[in-house]
């Protein structure tokens, strides 16, 4: 049920940018883009989220395109401990709880 | 500031044995709660999501069910469980306008 395609898997090397795609064509207007990571036997973490406008916190920037049709997660100097599963996921603010699924995401290896 | 909590960490069951786990959540009122597994290697799986006391919605059907006595308490149960039972079960919460925060997980190995 998840609305969202990333691929499985990406490498980086450490120190440089690590740029994660997103893929979500049937995104509705009121959707937000949302994504987590996922560091080994560890419960996800909440990294960052928008709606049409590019955002940027300490921990990453989201790149959404102009059709919100896509999404790039991107870590500015990969480090090793950003090595995780990330998920992108999309969902309705201001609704119910029946709009939080996860895919599979995709598992970014930091190489030193 | 608001805490979820989630037990035991690790936990190994026989085959046909009752299952229990437990979720609470600090410092927040009426949150969404939600129930998810996690086999090993896959992703995340929703099994179950609560948007008040008594109130409980299934994603998946099997042999698990869950239960919202308590406004931040929310438990995932099994009468019987299975080998195909065993994984990773995370327990999260959230508002309708905010992201959601995670515990910190129950391996669970049926043997």
């Known amino acids: 049920d998840a609305k969202t395609t990333q691929p499985p898997s990406m490498d980086c090397a450490e120190g440089r940018a690590a740029n994660l795609p997103c893929n979500h064509s049937?995104?509705?207007?009121?959707?937000?883009v949302y994504w987590y990571r996922q560091i080994h036997s560890q419960g996800p973490q909440y990294i960052i989220h928008?709606?049409?406008n590019n955002e940027t916190n300490e921990m990453a920037s989201l790149i959404i395109t102009e059709d919100r049709k896509s999404s790039t997660l991107i870590l500015p100097h990969a480090t090793l401990r950003d090595t995780a599963v990330y998920y992108c996921?999309?969902?309705?603010?201001?609704?119910?709880?029946?709009?939080?699924?996860f895919g599979t995401g995709t598992r970014l290896t930091v190489i030193p | 500031s608001q805490t979820i909590h989630q037990w035991p960490a690790t936990l190994v069951q026989p085959v046909g044995s009752p299952l229990s786990l437990e979720c609470t959540v600090e410092g927040t009122s009426n949150p969404n709660l939600y129930w998810y597994r996690q086999a090993a290697g896959r992703g995340l799986q929703l099994l179950f999501y609560?948007?008040?006391?008594?109130?409980i919605s299934s994603e998946v059907p099997q042999n698990l069910s869950a239960s919202r006595p308590q406004d931040r308490q929310f438990i995932l149960s099994s009468k019987k469980l299975l080998l195909s039972d065993s994984g990773f079960y995370l327990c999260?919460?959230?508002?309708?306008?905010?992201?959601?925060?995670f515990g910190q997980g129950t391996r669970l190995t049926v043997v």
């Open positions: 996921i999309v969902r309705v603010l201001q609704t119910g709880a029946n709009n939080l699924f």
């Open positions: 999260a919460w959230n508002l309708r306008e905010t992201e959601a925060f």
């Open positions: 049937t995104i509705s207007g009121n959707e937000y």
């Open positions: 609560s948007v008040g006391i008594g109130q």
């Open positions: 928008g709606l049409k």
